[in-house]
């Protein structure tokens, strides 16, 4: 069974930076995207970044545009965000998502068929 194991959540103050990790185990699984998301409480689950696995093109939502960067390593199934300049609005559970399918809107959470169980990000003010 494949599954996604995210990495990298934790405590940082506003304008600190984390790093998350998302890498893809078990059988074999045809990657065309990863993707993360992001869960405040009280919130709808939101798109944060996705990266095309073959091509690379990136897609960043308007909030995370120039603070975060979304990348892959192929060879190893895994997916990083980058994440700097955080603010207390980015407070979240940030999971990652992987997706099996050529086609789907990237940005779109129903284009994805396998989910991690998700990492606490928590900023400060």
């Known amino acids: 069974q494949v599954q996604l194991v995210e990495s990298g959540g934790g405590l940082v103050q506003a304008g600190g930076s984390l790093r998350l990790s998302c890498a893809a185990s078990g059988r074999s699984f045809s990657i065309f995207a990863m993707s993360w998301f992001r869960q405040a409480p009280g919130k709808e689950r939101e798109f944060v970044a996705a990266i095309g696995w073959n091509g690379g093109r990136t897609y960043y939502a308007d909030s995370v545009k120039g603070r975060f960067t979304i990348s892959r390593d192929n060879a190893d199934n895994t997916v990083y965000l980058q994440m700097n300049s955080l603010k207390p609005e980015d407070t979240a559970i940030y999971c990652c998502?992987?997706?099996?399918?050529?086609?789907?809107?990237?940005?779109?959470?129903?284009?994805?068929?396998?989910w991690g169980q998700g990492t606490q990000v928590t900023v400060s003010s």
């Open positions: 998502a992987a997706s099996s399918s050529l086609y789907g809107s990237r940005i779109n959470e129903r284009t994805y068929n396998l």
